[in-house]
């Protein structure tokens, strides 16, 4: 299966990551991606990119070489009512919105508890990718999370890094199996994304292509594997508006 688009990636502006977004496009182009994504951490957690850094992406490109650029950002869940680091402005300035749970930021409750804050996070329609729901420290119910994607049109990642031998999330590899099934069983379409934190990373899927074989996953549910897939994912922006 090739894949088109690489949405999750971090650059130095995370601060935990070691490139720059020159140089993870640099290596978005060398892969032959058709679109490359920039999605920094939100500022709540430590390190985490300005706000005003969000809202400023018209200043960047919206094509190099080619190659679509399109700048988004990962925001993150701060409690179970699922409260976020996500303003009315950056809603209105990103192409794109990745939302993911990260410990300790938030403290997961129940295996409901947290099933119920995805959801009630899905209900917002520019939110489109809900970012690694895969550890097990922030256990899930795949059939209900799965089942309410589907219905929200909101697109489960499939996280690269999650699946690496150096990846710190707990049980990625049984939860994503599970994420899956239900994903098959109900239609709900998966982005795949390497979650890369120096350049060489950008595009890599090696992981998660070896799985979604493994399970015999259907193609057309993975919306990076046409570069039209892009439209499940992307939101109406400043800078998308005149990109297709
Ligand atoms: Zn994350
Ligand atoms: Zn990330």
């Given at each position: 299966m090739k894949l088109y688009f690489d949405l999750h990636t971090h650059s130095i502006m995370s601060t935990?990551?070691?490139?720059t977004i020159e140089e993870n496009i640099k290596a978005a182009l060398e892969k032959g991606l058709y679109a490359y994504g920039i999605s920094d951490h939100s500022?709540?957690?430590?390190?985490g990119a300005n706000e005003v850094y969000f809202r400023?992406?018209?200043?960047?490109?919206?094509?190099i070489n080619g190659m679509k650029i399109l700048t988004g950002a990962e925001i993150n869940i701060l409690d179970l009512d699922g409260?976020?680091?996500?303003?009315e402005k950056m809603e209105d300035a990103l192409d794109f919105i990745i939302v993911s749970a990260h410990t300790p930021l938030l403290t997961p409750g129940t295996k409901e508890e947290n099933t119920e804050c995805y959801i009630k996070i899905m209900q917002?329609?520019?939110?489109?990718i809900i970012g690694h729901p895969d550890d097990s420290r922030v256990e899930v119910d795949y059939e209900r999370l799965a089942k309410e994607a589907k219905r929200t049109e909101t697109v489960l990642e499939l996280n690269n890094s999650s699946l690496?031998?150096?990846?710190?999330?707990?049980n990625a590899r049984e939860n994503i199996s599970e994420m899956l099934k239900y994903a098959e069983k109900f239609g709900t379409r998966i982005v795949v994304n390497?979650?890369?934190?120096?350049?060489?990373?950008?595009?890599?899927?090696q992981y998660a292509l070896e799985i979604l074989k493994e399970c015999n996953f259907?193609?057309?549910?993975?919306?990076?594997?046409?570069?039209?897939?892009l439209k499940y994912v992307i939101n109406e922006s400043e800078r998308t508006i005149n990109m297709f």
């Open positions: 935990h990551a070691y490139s500022y709540m957690i430590k390190g400023n992406f018209k200043a960047v490109p919206t094509e409260e976020m680091d996500l303003t917002n329609p520019r939110i489109k690496t031998p150096l990846g710190h999330r707990i390497s979650d890369a934190h120096f350049s060489t990373d950008v595009g890599n899927f259907p193609e057309e549910l993975v919306v990076n594997s046409c570069p039209d897939g």
